[in-house]
C-alpha cells in the first residue's frame, strides 16, 4: 500500500493520535472529505460532499505554510468573496471559503471531467476546429472576470476543465491573485506552475491586466495546436525569462493544416508588447470564433476526451473533418485571393483600354510582370523529396564521439517499424552526461530546404533543427533554423520565412528525454527532406 493511502487512512479514522499533517474527516462539521484528487504547489485538492446541502463539491485546502500566515488568510479570503460573485457557466463556482483549525479551506463547484493538460498528455495536439472551440469559450469567461476587475493571473492547462457534459470551464478564481502578490519568479513553486504560460509583464513585475491573461491563454491555444510550448529552456526562469526578447516560431511552421488566419489570431495574443495583443479577451474570443465548432460537436469531442477514447480519423468526424466555414475560409484565404483577382481584373482593364485606344494589338495575354524569354518559357520548380546521401552521430561529450551509428539506416528504410535510439540513461537529462545528442545528414550538395519530416516513437521529446555547410564537431557552432519542443510522433517543419540553402543538417536532440523502452531515451524512426536542388 502507498504512503498516500496508508496517510488516507488515518484521516478516515481510527488512531488515538490522528496525523497533524492530515485534514480532519469533516471540516467545520459540514464537508465530509471521499477522495483526494489533485496536489499542487499551493494547495491539495479533495472531493468532498457537502453534509447540509447534499451536493459533491471539491474543497481546495492551502498548505499550511500559507494557512499560518495570517496576512495571506485574510488577503486569500477577500479574492475568494470577490470570485464568489463571478457567475458565469465557463467559470468554476466558488461556494464558500472557511478555516477549521489551522486549515483554510475553499469551496468550489465539483466538474466531473479532465483538465486540459491531461489532454494534452494523451493526445499531443487537437484539430484546430475544436482547440479554437475551447479557446473561444475560456476567452469569453476569462473576459467577463475582467470585466469584474478580476485578473486570473494562471491561466494554463491544468486551470481550464472539460466536463463530461460538454462544458469548458476555467478554475481557480480566487486563489491565484493572492500568490501572486509576492514576487513570481523568485518563489520556486510559482515558477513552477506558471513559467510556460506567464506573459512578459509578469515576468518583469510590471502592471498585469486581463491582457496578462490573454498572453497565457495564446500559450495554451499554441500548445494545443503544435503539441509544445511556445519556450523551452533548461530552466523555469529561463524559459519564462525567453519571451522578453524572442518571439515563438509560427504555428504553421510546426503544423501546416493551421489556417494562416488562426495562426495569426493566435500569434497575436502572444505578442510581448501588451499593446500589439488584441484589444481584450472579448475580442480574442471574437476572433477564434469563425473556427469554432458548434455546441454540439464540442459536446462529443469533450465527452470522447473525458472517456479517453481516440478521436477518430479526420475523414470519420464531425468535429476533425467539418470544413472551416465560408466566413473562416474568407478571412484565411481571401486577403491574397483578392488580391489575385484584382490583378487580373487590373491586366484584363489595361488590355481592353490598350485595344480601344490602338495603343497595341492582341497578340496575347499580357503578362503582369516583365520576363525576360528565359525566365517567361521556364518551367516553375516544384520542390521533392531530397535524397540523403550520409549519416552520422554527433556526440562531443561521448567516447566515442558517436552513437548507436549501426542504426542509422532504419531512418531511411521506409519502414516505421525500425527506429534509431539513443542510449538509455538514468535520468531525462542524459543522466548529466552530456548536453545532448546530434543526428548530421548529409544531402551530398547543397540544396534549398522546404520541409523536414521526423516521425517518432518516443513522442515529448524536443529538438533542433541546425544547419552547416560543413559537417562541424562544435554543435554550437551550427545554425539553428527550426525547435521542436515536445514533438507529437509525426511532426512537420516547413522553411517558409527564410530561404535556407545547406549541404549538411543536424538534429540536435535536448533535454528532457523521455521514458521509452525501459528508460530515458528518445527515438526517430524515419526522417524526410523536401527541397529544390541547387
Known sequence: MSDDVDRTGVLTGGGPEPDPSLPPRVLSDRYLLEERIAIGGMATVWRAHDEKLARTVAVKLLH????????????????????????????????????????????????????????????????????????MRVAFALDFAHERALVHRDVKPANILLGQEGAVKVADFGIVKVEHTRSELTRT?????TAAYVAPEQVEDGTVDGRADQYSLGCVLYE???????????????????????????????????????????MHALARDPEARHPNCRAFAEA???????????????????????LPEADESPYLSQPINSRSFLRSEGRWLA???????????????????????????????????DEASAPAVTPQELKIAGLSTLDPDGSPPT??????????????????????????????????????????????????TLETP???????????????????????????????????????????????LMIWIIAPL????????????????EGIRS
Open 64 to 135: 499550511k505554510h500559507l494557512s499560518n500566515d495570517r496576512d495571506f488568510r485574510e488577503r486569500f479570503r477577500r479574492e475568494a468573496v470577490a470570485a464568489a460573485k463571478l457567475a458565469h457557466p465557463g467559470i468554476v463556482g466558488i461556494y464558500d471559503t472557511g478555516r477549521d483549525g489551522d486549515w483554510v479551506y475553499l469551496v468550489m463547484e465539483f466538474v466531473q471531467g479532465v483538465t486540459m493538460r491531461e489532454v494534452m498528455v494523451q493526445y499531443g495536439c487537437l484539430e484546430p476546429g475544436l482547440a479554437a472551440s475551447i479557446g
Open 189 to 193: 513553486g510559482m515558477v513552477l506552475g
Open 224 to 266: 494545443a495546436l503544435s503539441g509544445q510550448q511556445p519556450f523551452s529552456a533548461v530552466s523555469t526562469v529561463a524559459i519564462a525569462a525567453q519571451r522578453l526578447d524572442h518571439e515563438p516560431l509560427p504555428l504553421r511552421s510546426l503544423r501546416a493544416d493551421v489556417p494562416r488566419e488562426l495562426d495569426d489570431v493566435v
Open 288 to 310: 477564434l470564433e469563425p473556427w469554432a465548432r458548434d455546441d454540439e460537436v464540442l459536446t462529443q469531442a469533450t465527452q470522447m476526451l473525458v472517456r479517453g477514447e481516440s
Open 339 to 373: 488580391s489575385v483577382l484584382a490583378l487580373v481584373v487590373l491586366s484584363a482593364l489595361l488590355t481592353a483600354v490598350g485595344v480601344a485606344t490602338g495603343v497595341f494589338e492582341i497578340r496575347g495575354v499580357p503578362s503582369l510582370t516583365a520576363t525576360s524569354n
Open 403 to 452: 552513437e548507436n551509428d549501426d542504426l542509422l539506416s532504419d531512418l531511411v528504410d521506409a519502414d516505421p517499424e525500425t527506429r534509431w535510439r539513443t542510449n538509455t540513461y538514468s535520468s531525462a537529462d542524459y543522466g548529466n552526461l552530456k548536453e545532448g545528442l546530434g543526428i548530421v545528414i548529409d544531402l551530398g550538395e547543397t540544396a534549398q530546404l522546404t520541409a523536414l
Open 458 to 504: 518516443s513522442p515529448g521529446i524536443s529538438y533542433d533543427i541546425r544547419v552547416a555547410d560543413e559537417a562541424l564537431a562544435d554543435p554550437e557552432a551550427w545554425r539553428t533554423v527550426g525547435e521542436v519542443r515536445g514533438s507529437v510522433s509525426r511532426p512537420v517543419m516547413t522553411f517558409e520565412n527564410e530561404r535556407i540553402d545547406t549541404q549538411y
Open 514 to 529: 523521455v521514458q521509452y523502452d525501459r528508460g530515458w531515451s528518445a527515438a526517430f524512426s524515419e526522417v524526410s527532406i
